[in-house]
Antibody
């Protein structure tokens, strides 16, 4: 069974830094791209960042470019999101989601339960 | 690439046929997925490549496409289908989601 478990969310002041983690199991971690997707309270889904299976190809949403850094440790089956210069609008539930690609088509087939980040003074 | 969804919400009864539309601001071929999200839960993949049903998803769910318009259809709404539905384009980065369609009980 594919399992993605996020951790690291907490209450933090604006301007602060936080590191989220996603522990994966049940699949060959190094063979899959992964994403962070967030959802502000009562709002819709927003894609945040993507890492290829090797970690060499990375993309970010404009809203976090330059402030967030996605990384992965394939030896430890873990994905991370380093969040710096946090703003009130970064308050959200952060999901880790696996990308499954077949025949050139990709989609997010497995999601964790999320970790809550609250940015407030 | 921006995605719009219509309607933003709808009320329906068990057994109703429900149709949700997602429109892309430019061509995305068939690189579109549909997700279902229930309160307090993570999103669940329903359909990918615009019309391919994810394994384990009931056959009452279906997807279709016409140009840049994509449709999610629930042929006969069941009690467990009351949820919010999101489309997502995976044609190019940045990946984007539609704003969602909330389906509730009439």
């Amino acid at each position: 069974e594919v399992l993605l478990v996020e951790s690291g969310g907490t209450l933090i002041q604006p301007g602060g830094s936080l590191r989220l983690s996603c522990a994966a199991s049940g699949f060959t971690f190094s063979g899959y791209s992964l994403n962070w997707v967030r959802q502000a309270p009562g709002k819709g889904l927003e894609w945040v960042a993507h890492s290829s299976s090797s970690g060499r190809t990375i993309y970010y949403a404009d809203s976090v470019q330059g402030r967030f850094t996605i990384s992965r440790d394939n030896a430890k089956n873990s994905l991370h999101l380093q969040m710096d210069s946090l703003r009130d609008e970064d308050t959200a539930l952060y999901y880790c989601a696996r990308s499954y690609c077949t025949g050139g088509v990709c989609y997010m087939d497995n999601w964790g339960q999320g970790t809550l980040v609250t940015v407030s003074s | 690439i921006q995605l719009t969804q219509s309607p933003s919400s709808l009320s329906a009864s068990v057994g109703d046929r429900v149709t949700i539309t997602c429109r892309a601001s430019q061509g995305i071929s068939s690189y579109l997925a549909w997700y279902q999200q229930k309160p307090g839960k993570a999103p669940k993949l329903l359909i990918y490549a615009a019309s391919t049903l994810q394994s384990g998803v009931p056959s009452r769910f279906s997807g279709s496409t016409s140009g840049t318009d994509f449709t999610l259809t629930i042929s006969s709404l069941q009690p467990e289908d009351f949820a919010t539905y999101y489309c997502q384009q995976l044609s190019s980065f940045p990946l984007t989601f539609g704003p969602g369609t909330k389906v509730d009980i009439k």
